[in-house]
């Protein structure tokens, strides 16, 4: 088995590969750590390795890891999950970016929450691109009035849009999924100019980054290609 540290350095070089193949600058794509069901002492591994972004979708289990990481300054936090409207109040307190909010009352509430002794909460709407039954996310034709709304919240520095596309696609049907979305955040620039940057695209995982980062992708969301496998799904929140 090979290290996290050795695992970091080959997914550094594939995100470099493509982002050069795609004829991209250098950095523009950043790696995001997705480290549910992590312990600490593996974070705590990629963090000496130089990774500086982590991504928790369960909220209690992101408190523990980062109260026992709390010595880690450099660490930046991203919540990816669900968010249910109870527990926006410590997401708001503790994360420096939101990827997965599809409602405006979440965005609100985030807002209203975030204390003003740190700067505005970095966000990212998330979409279901692929309109599927079982999955969070607003539609496409939702995002014009959100991304409006949004945008005038006083703590939020809208970034941009977030997907996982259905597994289950061809990569043709993918990388289709991930140009969507990279035109939708392009218009939403254009008819939105001061909602907020509107600079980020969180999309592409550890089987597909490469096609994310030729679609524009700007965070690449990994986890299983640092970590290895993760034991099946459980349902904490
Ligand atoms: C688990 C998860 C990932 C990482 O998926 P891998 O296939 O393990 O790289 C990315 N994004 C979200 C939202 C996730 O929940």
Redesign the pocket.
């Known amino acids: 088995m090979s290290s996290i540290a050795d695992n970091i350095g080959s997914v550094t070089r594939r995100i470099q590969k493509a982002t050069l193949n795609a004829g991209r600058e250098p950095g523009s794509v950043r790696l995001l750590a ?1 480290s ?1 069901t992590r312990t600490p002492e593996e974070l705590r591994a990629a963090a000496e390795a130089g990774q500086v972004a982590f ?1 928790e ?1 369960y909220l209690q289990e992101a408190l523990d890891k980062i109260a026992a990481l709390s010595d880690l300054s450099q660490i930046e936090w991203h919540f ?2 669900p968010i249910q409207s109870n527990k926006t109040r410590q997401i708001a307190e503790t994360f420096a970016w939101v990827h997965s909010v599809d409602r405006l009352k979440i965005a609100r509430r985030l807002s209203e929450q975030r204390p003003a002794s740190l700067p505005a909460l970095n966000l990212c709407l998330q979409v279901n691109i692929n309109k599927e039954e079982s999955k969070s996310g607003c539609s496409l034709e939702e995002l014009p009035e959100l991304v409006a709304a949004v945008g005038e919240l006083p703590n939020i520095k809208l970034r941009g849009l977030m997907a ?1 596309p259905d597994p289950d696609q061809s990569e043709a049907e993918l990388r289709v999924s991930f140009r969507k979305l990279a035109n939708t955040l392009r218009a939403l620039r254009q008819n939105h100019p001061d909602a907020g940057p509107l600079d980020a695209l969180s999309m592409g ?3 597909d980054l490469e096609i994310a980062i030729a679609e524009g992708a700007t965070w690449v ?5 640092l970590f290895g496998g ?1 034991p099946p799904k459980h349902s904490q929140s």
């Open positions: 997705v549910k991504g979708n990816i999950g996982i995982m550890s089987d969301r990994v986890g299983t290609a993760r």
